[in-house]
């Protein structure tokens, strides 16, 4: 699911940035969560404010930025505590730097740089931060899935429609989709959300075009065949896709 999000002008006298906007989460986030980040922000504001919220954290961090605090790592994987302090003094967060190398058959060696406030052992540490790229499957979602890469509203008060109804529909969405999951007995990462998507036109479509009515007995309705709902099973890995350049300006 989808927290109401934190969105601001981009361009003028009233442009934020994103550690800003992220900080304002801080308070919509149940006490206690666990935020996992990517190297935008790996730095002790973050880490510092979060902790001051309530929350840990696991975000990457720049190599450059570990390196006057661990240097060149002489083992595969390891990790050292530190008090990690901003260059003015006015953000501090004691925690521990983790470096640890993945290894994947297929794959080159992937370096991690991981710095972390939880007291979680460095093996969960590693694997929970791997669970990041469930968020860009879900912002892959949103984006092109839902159309919502691009606002072309002309005011700022329509653009922020448009972005809590798109969040408001995906979370419906993700919704059906947990039901659908306890119906087959899957875990929610095992059905299509385009699929899902398409299921819920479809119904729409039927019901606001028949004057029958949709129930349960007419054989067209949301919850049949919850068998297409699954995404396919792959006898050979899909091959790699390129990175999707979003458009600028």
Known sequence: MVLRPSYGAYNGE?????????????????????????????????ADVSKRAGHE?????????????????????????????????????????IWHTVTRKGFRPSKLVLFTTSPLPRKEIVELYGLRWNVELDLRDIKSTLDMDMLYNKTPSMNEKEIVLGITAYNLIR????????????APREISFSRVLKRIHAVGTA?????VPITS??????????????LPKRRKPKPAEPRKVWQKG
């Open 14 to 46: 009233h442009a934020t940035d994103e550690l800003t906007l992220a900080e304002e989460l801080f308070e919509r986030i149940p006490c206690g969560s666990v935020i996992i980040a990517d190297r935008f922000f790996g730095c002790s504001r973050f």
């Open 57 to 97: 954290v696991v975000t990457r961090v720049k190599e450059i930025n570990a390196k006057k605090f661990i240097g060149t790592p002489v083992s595969a994987s390891g990790e050292l505590a530190v008090e990690w302090k901003s260059r003015t003094g006015e953000y501090s967060a004691t925690g521990r730097f």
């Open 175 to 186: 919704h059906l989709v947990v039901a659908a999951a306890k119906s087959l007995k899957v």
């Open 207 to 211: 019901a606001f075009n028949s004057s």
């Open 217 to 230: 007995n007419s054989g067209f309705t949301i919850h049949s065949d919850l068998r297409g709902l699954l």
